[in-house]
């Protein structure tokens, strides 16, 4: 079974601070993906990373895929109010039993005050 | 645009009973997803059908059954309903199967209690 740890589990900052989430694992995904969830509603895909060493930036977001494709990382540069959510990592591996399926992280609760 | 509809959004069960979760996408996708959600769990896969008339199981798939009832529906049953299948429920769908990064789609959610 492949897991992802996500760190941290909840982040409570002030408007205009920079965080970061881990997404690690001991196994090669094929692909990542970071998703945005909010209360009541299913999760959103932010951005999808399949290269080892990919970064991708989103406006404030910068996404990052490990060499190894084993982790990642999201950034937020001065994080406002309307960035508050659950994130969420998955993976997917194409081949063998795993076939088509994601594996997601625990998911980190970003609250950012005003 | 419907995206991934699913019903209901919220339902109360008493331990033992059945029901159904209902899910149609109008996007003309192949594959579709039963996920579950806990607290400090994410989202854990139950059931998932990668073309019409295939279902396979996931991660956690004991006390359910699917039905891929054609190319837009997968239902998801729950034949004796526990408390341990207290959870927010989950349907997806992509146009292939996730490995190949396609974008996977979420309905809002089915909010299920079981007393």
């Known amino acids: 079974t492949q897991l992802l740890e996500q760190s941290p589990q909840f982040l409570s900052i002030q408007e205009g601070e920079n965080l970061t989430v881990y997404c690690n694992s001991s196994s090669v995904f094929s692909s990542l993906q970071w998703y945005r969830q909010e209360p009541g509603e299913g999760p959103v895909l932010l951005v999808t990373v399949v290269t080892g060493g990919e970064v991708k930036k989103l406006k404030r977001l910068t996404f990052q895929f490990g060499d190894a494709r084993k982790d990642s990382s999201l950034h937020i540069t001065a994080a406002q109010p309307g960035d508050t959510g659950l994130y969420l990592c998955a993976g997917t591996n194409a081949g063998g039993t795993s076939y088509g399926k994601l594996t997601f992280g625990q998911g980190t609760i970003l609250t950012v005050h005003p | 645009n419907a995206g991934v509809t699913q019903t209901p959004k919220f339902q109360v069960l008493k331990t033992g009973q059945s029901m159904t979760l209902q899910c149609a996408q109008d996007m003309n996708h192949n594959s579709m997803y039963w996920y579950r959600q806990d607290p400090g769990m994410g989202l854990r896969l139950i059931y998932y059908?990668?073309?019409?008339?295939?279902?396979d199981k996931g991660e956690v798939p004991n006390g359910y059954n699917v039905s891929r009832l054609n190319k837009r529906e997968f239902s998801l049953r729950l034949e004796s309903a526990a408390p341990s299948q207290t959870s927010v429920y989950f349907c997806?769908?992509?146009?292939?199967?996730?490995?190949?990064?396609?974008?996977?789609?979420f309905g809002e959610g089915s909010w299920l209690t079981v007393v």
């Open positions: 059908s990668a073309s019409e008339g295939t279902t």
């Open positions: 997806a769908s992509s146009l292939e199967g996730a490995h190949s990064g396609n974008t996977i789609y």
